[in-house]
């Protein structure tokens, strides 16, 4: 179970291979893994549901590997477990699926830089309430406060996507 915990936590080890802070190597797999998958379904209304969908499963695995991953590691919020990132990123497109039209490869890629850079800012910067998050005890609160930041982040690139 701990080497399942790790793949999950490190997003299939990237989170220890690649040579960009843990949050890149979680955040942009994670977008671009997003991107693929959102031009392969039919409509905005699956989009939709299959980013939600997908954003409560991976948070809770991830609640589980993240925890395992720490303990494992004897650390409180390993660099490498970046499993959070991608429930921050996911989370991060979730509303501009009910903004974005027409919804093509270009539009969705736009949205999908726009907000890979927002979610980065806001979890990098930790607005309040987002660093008071990380005070929960374990894979909570390595997972709760990119949820946090993802809010902040999906906001902007709502308001965005909605004067544009």
């Known amino acids: 179970m701990e080497r399942i915990a790790f793949h999950i936590a490190t997003v299939l080890g990237l989170g220890d291979k690649l040579p960009a802070p843990g949050t890149t190597a979680g955040s942009l797999p994670a977008i671009v893994g997003w991107w693929m ?50 429930v921050g990123q996911w989370l991060t497109m979730a509303p501009s699926l009910l903004l974005l039209e027409p919804q093509s490869s270009l539009s969705l890629g736009l949205a999908a830089i726009a907000g890979f850079f927002l979610f980065r800012l806001f979890d990098v910067w ?33 308001l965005a996507l909605f004067l544009l």
């Open 37 to 86: 998958a959102m031009l392969f379904l039919p409509s905005a209304s699956a989009r939709l549901a299959a980013t939600l969908v997908g954003s409560v499963v991976v948070f809770g695995v991830g609640i589980w590997a993240s925890q395992t991953e720490s303990t494992r590691r004897g650390k409180v919020d390993p660099g490498p477990v970046v499993i959070d990132e991608v």
């Open 126 to 158: 930790k607005p309040w309430p987002v660093r008071r998050f990380e005070a929960l005890p374990g894979g909570i609160g390595i997972m709760a406060d990119d949820v946090a930041a993802a809010v902040y982040a999906a906001a902007v690139l709502s």
